[in-house]
């Protein structure tokens, strides 16, 4: 860093107080600077924000508050209807573990969110970041914070041109995001760290011109902020391919639950079988698969769903029971379906299925 960390933390936080964005779970703009948010807000959207851009998250968070106001009620819903609220957010470990969370505190902790990094560690789904961010955003405590934002920015303003995935790198990052907090106020620090990345030191051309603390950056006296975290190397994606059996009997559609773990754990979908090769499997091995015999199917169309390790290819089609449901079975209309927390790829299905082939 060039120059002292107290004139770097002076600017950092003045800008901050000017500049911050007004988010729903932040104190409101013009508040006290000593002001701190609701934990149970800040715990609600620092799992929201994991792999999710703020504009995603907001419409998400406000739906959430709405229905679960305080963290008892949330921890008294039923994880269905948490998923469904969820449904659309992705990365629904997030959901079923932010819900074992609010349980845990509700039950153990009299439905105060702990304050101290330790405890936080010891709750589902609170890694070291998360248990950082709550301590410091909603209670003012010393504890760093190293997400992705503060990652590009200290690398930048230290000019670290390793891999900051690398375990060593990433151990001298967490040791510098505690060397720069201040002792005094550190949540608005963190907060301004956080900030910085997000609205200003940006993965791509970096508003260095209007950047507070430019004149404390390595990178940018180098030319080098564009180079600087260097970018990950791209990895092949590899596709795998489903077929969709939507089965129907007088205008209602089966449909299952996913296990409990594993992607899109908990949710419902549709019959769903691994391609093997493409195409669609012969009558006699799809009444296998599928677990219900059924007329021939007729094809809706394909659905394409890429995460961030992986693709996917979704071939559907519909298809009439052959025989009379079986008891356990159940069954929905299209407009049931919204009672029932569906992966994206399963409502792009159910929307194919109002819209007609194609």
Known sequence: ???????????????????????????????????????????????????????????????????????????????????????GLGYYSRARNLHACARRIVDEHSGRVPDDVATLLTLPGVGRYTAGAIASLAYNVRAPILDGNVIRVLCRID??????????????????????????????????LMELGATVCTPRNPQCLICPVRSNCHAAAAGLQAQIPPPKKAKATPLHQRVVICVEHEGRYLIEQRPATGRWGGLWQFKTIEANGGGLPAA????????????????????????????????????????????????????????????KPQLSIAALL?????
């Open 284 to 343: 006699a091995d799809l009444t296998r698969l599928i677990g219900v015999a059924v007329h021939p199917p007729a094809r809706l169309g394909q659905v394409r769903h890429a995460l961030t390790h992986r693709r996917y290819e979704f071939e559907a089609y519909r298809a009439c029971l052959r025989g009379h449901p079986i008891e356990g079975q159940v069954w929905v209309t299209p407009d049931g379906l919204d009672a029932y927390p569906l992966s």
């Open 159 to 192: 000019q670290i041109e390793s891999d900051p995935r690398d375990k060593t790198v990433q151990a001298g990052l967490w040791r510098r995001a505690e060397e720069i907090l201040p002792n005094r106020n550190p949540s608005a620090m963190n907060s301004a």
């Open 354 to 358: 109002v819209s007609g082939p194609r």
């Open 1 to 87: 860093m060039i120059g002292t960390i107290p004139s770097f933390q002076k600017r950092l936080t003045n800008w901050y107080q000017r500049h911050r964005r007004d988010l729903p779970w932040r104190v409101r703009v013009g508040s006290s600077r000593s002001a701190t948010p609701e934990p149970y807000y800040v715990l609600l959207s620092e799992a929201m924000l994991q792999q999710t851009q703020v504009a995603t998250v907001i419409p998400y968070f406000h739906r959430f508050v709405a229905r679960f106001p305080t963290i008892q009620a949330f921890a008294g819903a039923d994880v269905q209807t948490v998923l469904r609220l969820w449904q």
